[in-house]
């Protein structure tokens, strides 16, 4: 999708309306008048070639919004016969590398199970950090992947040769938890995983100085959610391949930590299982034990992620995180608020997590902030249990799941949670349906912010 240079690349003037009337001024007639012509309006998504003095092409004018810059070129790479192409406007670097985000994310195919044509333009990367550009692809292609693969060939045992693949490419530390020692130290994610043929595991990697700061990542790692024995109807299990979207933009974000070197002692906690039915499965009103000590009261089987994240959260506040971050497809509630490209975030410390949504929008990756709500804690302390994993109100799902999961973190850890849904409903250019990345530049850019941008 890229390349470093060329000496016979075609220039892409990227403009929205109001910018090609300025474009025509200064474009040479022959130009001018062919734009004339045709009736392009630049509008976004669309684009025109303009011939050249001998035939070829001598320009591509890109429509877009004003403010795009992310998804400016993202419908070319499809549309653009096989050639070199850069990037012709006035943008500071930080624009253009993220157009060329877009781009790449533009060529972006799933092509596993079904032979698929590939775009073959090329954009020369000129900005100012092309390796930051390619990893951002490289790691948001990863998440699309893993979640676009059906359970059928992803189960708890593939995600964790995923990982371990991913830790040895790095150097990493890799372990994973299962089988008796499961049952005896994880209980909540054994319960939860005991009725699927394939065994639940905890997934755990380790990468960077010991002596720096401790960042631990959490990912919600259901390959394959049922509902459980409050079965989910047909309509609703159709999406639930991508239920361990939180695992794969853990091991997503590790990768970008690890490709471009940040300065941090990562450690990643993978739970993964899937939630099944089966004559030994977890039933509503059972009370679990958790690897904390709390116990749970079961008020819905179909609640399963924060269940499972409870011990990974444990475990990571026990190894000395100084900060955690958790990416879960966790509630519906949260798309009925925010819908699906808005995930929301949640944290202890609300001037982080308002800083992180005011950088989220600025690098045109969204995410809003929301309260930990501490009145709604209450519907979650039922009479027989410490907690439970569903509330009293069919209101406000989204912040009693963080107030469940919020439990779980030791106090003074920097705790941050973000409800994701990981998935495209419908195409659009650079977004195809399916598998989505979400939060991850800004999440990454953010760390880069508080540990120092690496060299």
Not at 63 to 78: F, I, K, V, Y
Not at 156 to 178: I, K, N, W
Request: contains cysteine; charged residues 25%; glycine residues 10%.
């Amino acid at each position: 999708m890229f390349i470093d240079s060329s000496s016979r690349s075609i220039p892409v003037y990227s403009v929205d309306k109001a910018g090609l009337e300025s474009w025509k001024q200064s474009a040479p007639p022959a130009w001018r008048d062919w734009v004339e012509a045709s009736g392009f309006k630049a509008g976004a998504g669309s684009h025109l070639l303009v011939p050249g003095e001998h035939g070829g092409i001598g320009a591509v004018l890109a429509g877009r919004e004003s403010t795009d810059r992310l998804w400016a070129l993202a419908h070319l790479p499809a549309a653009l016969p096989e050639g070199d192409y850069h990037l012709e406007v006035d943008w500071a670097d930080e624009e253009r590398d993220r157009a060329a985000v877009g781009w790449g994310l533009g060529g972006y195919r799933f092509d596993r199970y079904k032979q698929l044509d590939r775009p073959r333009a090329r954009l020369v990367l000129d900005g100012s950090e092309p390796e930051r550009v390619r990893a951002f692809v490289d790691a948001s292609c990863f998440v699309r992947d893993l979640v676009n693969t059906p359970a059928i060939d992803l189960g708890p045992g593939e995600l964790a040769e995923t990982a371990e693949g991913l830790a040895d490419e790095r150097a990493a530390d890799f372990q994973v938890f299962q089988g008796e020692r499961l049952e005896r130290e994880f209980p909540a994610i054994h319960v939860v995983g005991q009725a699927a043929s394939r065994a639940p595991r905890l997934i755990r990697m380790q990468w960077g100085r010991e002596d720096a700061p401790a960042l631990a990542l959490v990912g919600k790692g259901v390959i394959f959610d049922s509902g459980g024995l409050n079965i989910k109807p047909g309509s609703g299990m159709v999406l639930m391949k991508k239920d361990m979207g939180g695992a794969a933009h853990v091991l997503g974000l590790a990768k970008l930590i690890m490709t471009l070197g940040l300065d941090v002692n990562l450690r990643v906690y993978i739970p993964a299982v899937e939630n099944a039915i089966a004559g030994n499965a977890y039933r509503p009103s059972d009370i679990i034990r958790t690897r904390k000590g709390t116990s749970v009261e079961i008020g819905n089987t179909d609640a399963e992620g924060r269940v499972v994240l409870s011990d990974a959260l444990t475990l990571a506040s026990e190894e000395g995180a100084e900060r955690i971050i958790d990416f879960a497809t966790l509630t519906g509630a949260a798309r009925v608020a925010l819908g699906e490209d808005l995930p929301p975030i949640y944290a202890r410390d609300i001037d982080s997590a308002r800083t992180i949504q005011d950088l989220s929008f600025a690098v045109e990756d969204p995410l809003w902030q929301m309260p930990l709500f501490e009145p709604y804690r209450q519907q979650i302390q039922p009479a027989i249990a410490d907690i439970s994993n569903t509330g009293t109100s069919s209101f406000g799902g989204s912040l009693t799941a963080a107030l469940f999961l919020d439990h779980f973190v030791e106090s003074g850890i920097d705790w941050y949670h973000l409800d994701i849904y990981a998935w495209n409903l419908s195409d659009r250019p650079g977004r195809p349906a399916g598998g989505e990345a979400q939060g991850l530049r800004s999440i990454w850019q953010w760390l880069a912010d508080v540990y120092g941008t690496p060299d």
